[in-house]
């Protein structure tokens, strides 16, 4: 708890040092579930967010995120995603991506050079081991982000939602 309070008055400080600073960054308030369709949760601007218990239970998208990304992202963007030498760490840098931002990257992918060495995001728009989970994985992160979920295999999950069952059946089999 004093890690998340800590973190919030970080976030109060940056806003005061730096005013008008466009967009804002994610943050545990803008990340808070205020609507729920069929087990996934949205945020008061209608994009996909976590919701957890107080007795530590994440919502099934958190939780299925949390799989995903330790299949599919952690070789390069580390366990937890704490990064590596080679990747961001996206429990950081997912603060200031928003989700149509997020989507767009992981589906095409990025290249940079860092210090000379090209650095490869590769583009997962045609796995569907990932783009039929993007907001799975994209909660996931965002509460490892605004410091909502701590590091490691969240210890309870809510069950799977139908909802979930069925667009998985239509994107894993269309
Ligand atoms: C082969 C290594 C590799 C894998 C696998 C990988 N990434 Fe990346 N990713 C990178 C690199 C390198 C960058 C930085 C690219 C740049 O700056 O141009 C990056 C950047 C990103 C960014 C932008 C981060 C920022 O701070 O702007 C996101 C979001 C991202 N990756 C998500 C994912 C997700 C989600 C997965 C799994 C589905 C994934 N990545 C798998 C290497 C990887």
């Known amino acids: 708890m004093a890690f998340r309070i800590s973190v919030l008055a970080l976030g109060a400080v940056f806003h005061l040092l730096i005013p008008g600073n466009t ?3 994610d943050d545990i308030e803008k ?10 949760h949205l945020d008061a601007e209608g994009n996909p ?12 998208y958190t939780f299925s995120g949390y799989r995903r990304y330790h ?18 760490a996206l429990a950081t840098t997912m603060k200031n991506l928003d989700y149509p931002n997020f989507l767009a990257i992981v589906a095409e992918g990025r290249k940079s050079v860092v210090g ?12 569907k081991n990932v783009y039929c989970y993007l907001d799975d994985i994209y909660v996931y992160l965002r509460a490892r982000a605004v410091g909502a979920a701590p590091r490691g295999r969240p210890p309870k999950k ?4 139908e909802g979930a069952k069925a667009y998985e059946a239509s994107c894993m089999g269309g």
């Not at 299949?71 to 961001?88: E, F, L």
């Not at 000379?116 to 796995?127: A, L, T």
């Open 116 to 127: 000379g060495k090209e650095v490869v995001m590769p583009g997962f728009g045609n796995n």
């Open 158 to 161: 809510a069950d799977k939602p």
């Open 23 to 25: 967009p804002a960054a």
């Open 71 to 88: 299949s599919d992202c952690h070789v390069c963007h580390g366990p937890d995603g704490v990064g590596s030498s080679y990747a961001p």
């Open 31 to 40: 990340a808070a579930a205020v609507k729920e369709e069929d087990g996934k």
């Open 49 to 60: 967010t976590f919701k957890f218990e107080n007795d530590g239970t994440v919502d099934w």
